[in-house]
T-cell receptor, first 112, second 113 residues
Framework: ETGVTQTPRHLVMGMTNKKSLKCEQH?????MYWYKQSAKKPLELMFVYNFKEQTENNSVPSRFSPECPNSSHLFLHLHTLQPEDSALYLC???????????FGPGTRLLVL | KQEVTQIPAALSVPEGENLVLNCSFT??????LQWFRQDPGKGLTSLLL?????REQTSGRLNASLDKSSGRSTLYIAASQPGDSATYLCAVRPSTGRRALTFGSGTRLQVQP
């Protein structure tokens, strides 16, 4: 596999469920990102990791919990979500923090 | 707070037409500006990245310009094709402080055969 991959591609969950989104990059990059894309709104940055360390948390509610075990993998743990959290969640990576970001295909999340 | 605006929000053109997409940003203290393409339900593909010291970048039929002092960028698409149909997003990176990209809402382009 090449580039940035995300699993699952689609997810439907209830408000009491716990699920995790996974992102993996095969580009040897050092920085990874989570973005949220809601209908008719610009992409919103959620978290930034650089060399496995979280460098930005854009005031994201605690029901979203990121994890970065190594520079190639990034997770987003979800629990007690709300219907308004339904969106496309995009992962991206870059060689360094200020360089071109490469995006995965996203996970389409629906919270019922 | 940086705000990025893209006009128009949607555009429909016949095949073969040259077109211009506009992006404006409120804070001119940027490190670079990037144009992306997003197909429906998919992730983003980087098209062009312009550093703050540059005026334009070209890739094939695409040309992006940057006027940092006036807070504007344009994406020029020559000889448009149906395969160009997608949403085009503009994003800026600040030169100081928070390093992450701020995105516009995008221009949804439809090229009719």
């Amino acid at each position: 596999e090449t580039g940035v991959t995300q699993t699952p591609r689609h997810l439907v969950m209830g408000m009491t469920n716990k699920k995790s989104l996974k992102c993996e990059q095969h580009l040897g990059h050092n920085a990874m990102y989570w973005y949220k894309q809601s209908a008719k709104k610009p992409l919103e940055l959620m978290f930034v990791y650089n060399f496995k360390e979280q460098t930005e948390n854009n005031s994201v509610p605690s029901r979203f919990s990121p994890e970065c075990p190594n520079s190639s993998h990034l997770f987003l743990h979800l629990h007690t979500l709300q219907p308004e959290d339904s969106a496309l969640y995009l992962c991206a990576s870059s060689q360094e923090l200020r360089e071109t970001q490469y995006f995965g295909p996203g996970t389409r999340l629906l919270v019922l | 707070k940086q705000e990025v605006t893209q006009i128009p929000a949607a555009l429909s053109v016949p095949e073969g037409e040259n077109l211009v997409l506009n992006c404006s940003f409120t804070d001119s203290a940027i490190y670079n500006l990037q144009w992306f393409r997003q197909d429906p339900g998919k992730g983003l593909t980087s098209l062009l990245l312009i550093q703050s010291s540059q005026r334009e970048q070209t890739s094939g039929r695409l040309n992006a310009s940057l006027d940092k002092s006036s807070g504007r960028s344009t994406l020029y698409i020559a000889a448009s094709q149906p395969g160009d149909s997608a949403t085009y997003l503009c994003a800026v990176r600040p030169s100081t402080g928070r390093r992450a990209l701020t995105f516009g809402s995008g221009t949804r382009l439809q090229v009719q055969p």
